[in-house]
C-alpha cells in the first residue's frame, strides 16, 4: 500500500477557500507497484520545470487542459507549487524511506527503484544507476531504511534536469496512477471531469492497495453508503459528495498508525475538491483560484 503525505508546510492554520472565476453547469445524473485492480461496473528540482510529457497512450475522461489542470492540483497538495518537482527528494522519516520525483515515489513501495530502473535503461550512465542493486532489496522487502543510500539525494537533484529522468517519471506516474484512475472512473461510471480528476488524487495518495486505507476500500465503503454507483444509477454530484465524506474522513482517522498524525493535517485536500464540487466547477475549468494553505492559482 502507498500512503501519500501531503506538502511539508506546516500544520493547517485555515480552511482552504476556493473561488473559480467562472460557473459551470451543474453535476446531474497499494504493493502499489501492482495496477490498482478495476472492478466491474456493476460492483525540489529545478526552478521552473516544465509541462510533464504528453501520455503514449490516451485514456478516457479528462481532456488534455482538464488533465493538466489535474495535475497542478495534486502538485500543489505533493509540492506546495503548480511546478513539476522533478529533483524532489527527501526523507519524511514516515517508514517510507526516501520520498522524490513530481509523484512522490519511494524507495520502499517499489515505484523508486523501477524509476531508476527506467531511467537507466534509458541512460545507462547516470547519477542514480549504482543504486540500483540497494534499491531491489528495499522493495523487495519492503523496507523503509536508508542505509546504502548515502548521496542519493544529491544524485536525484543532479539527475533533475535530465529530459530522460523526468520522462522515466511522467510514464510511471501515467502507468500507476492516472491510467488505473481513468479505469476506475469508466468503472464507476463517471462522466464528469472533477469526479475522474477526485478519483485521480485520491490514487496516488492512498495507492490502490487492499489496505483500510487504500482507493478500493474508499470506493467500497462510498458504495455501501449511497447504495451504488454513478454506473449503477446513483446521482454523479450525490456519489462524489459521498466519496469525498469517506476520504476526509479516512484521513482524519487512518488506520495505519505510521502516517495517522500526518494524514490528519492533509484533510484541506479534500476541503479544495468539495469547493469545486460546490461551486459546480463540473469540468474542471480554469483558472483556479486557491486560497489559504494551498495559495496557488491554476490557469
Not at 522487502?141 to 539525494?153: A, H, P, R, V
Not at 502507468?175 to 475522474?196: I, S
Amino acid at each position: 500500500m502507498k500512503h501519500r503525505l501531503p506538502a511539508r508546510r506546516g500544520p493547517l492554520t485555515a480552511l482552504i477557500v476556493l473561488v473559480a472565476t467562472m460557473t459551470a453547469p451543474s453535476c446531474r445524473s497499494g504493493s502499489d507497484r501492482n495496477l490498482d485492480p478495476v472492478p466491474t461496473a456493476g460492483a525540489g528540482g529545478a526552478a521552473a520545470e516544465p509541462e510533464p510529457r504528453a501520455p503514449t497512450t490516451v485514456a478516457s475522461g479528462l481532456t488534455a487542459e482538464q488533465r493538466l489542470r489535474a495535475d497542478r492540483l495534486i502538485n500543489i497538495f505533493e509540492h506546495g507549487t503548480t511546478e513539476f518537482r522533478y529533483g524532489s527528494a527527501e526523507v519524511l522519516s514516515d517508514g517510507r524511506g526516501i520520498t522524490f520525483g513530481r509523484a512522490g515515489f519511494t524507495t520502499r513501495t517499489g515505484d523508486g527503484h523501477e524509476v531508476i530502473e527506467r531511467y537507466t535503461a534509458a541512460k545507462p550512465e547516470n547519477p542514480l544507476a549504482r543504486y540500483r542493486p540497494r534499491l531491489e532489496v528495499l522493495a523487495r522487502e519492503e523496507s523503509g531504511s536508508t542505509d546504502g543510500l548515502e548521496g542519493f539525494l544529491e544524485a536525484v537533484h543532479q539527475a533533475a534536469g535530465d529530459p530522460l529522468f523526468r520522462q522515466a517519471q511522467d510514464r510511471l506516474q501515467e502507468e500507476l496512477y492516472y491510467q488505473p484512475a481513468a479505469r476506475r472512473g469508466d468503472a464507476l461510471g463517471l462522466k464528469t471531469a472533477l469526479a475522474r480528476a477526485a478519483i485521480y488524487d485520491a490514487l496516488v495518495m492512498h495507492g490502490g492497495g487492499d489496505d483500510p486505507d487504500g482507493l478500493p476500500a474508499l470506493l467500497e465503503r462510498t458504495r455501501a453508503e449511497v447504495g451504488g454507483t454513478p454506473a449503477t444509477g446513483v446521482d454523479e454530484a450525490a456519489w462524489l459528495a459521498a466519496f469525498l465524506r469517506v476520504r476526509r474522513a479516512d484521513l482524519a482517522h487512518a488506520a495505519n498508525p505510521q502516517t495517522r498524525a500526518v494524514w490528519a493535517r492533509s484533510v484541506g485536500r479534500v476541503d479544495v475538491w468539495r469547493s469545486l464540487a460546490d461551486q459546480g466547477n463540473w469540468d474542471l475549468h480554469g483558472p483556479i483560484v486557491l486560497r489559504g494553505e494551498y495559495a496557488a492559482v491554476i490557469p
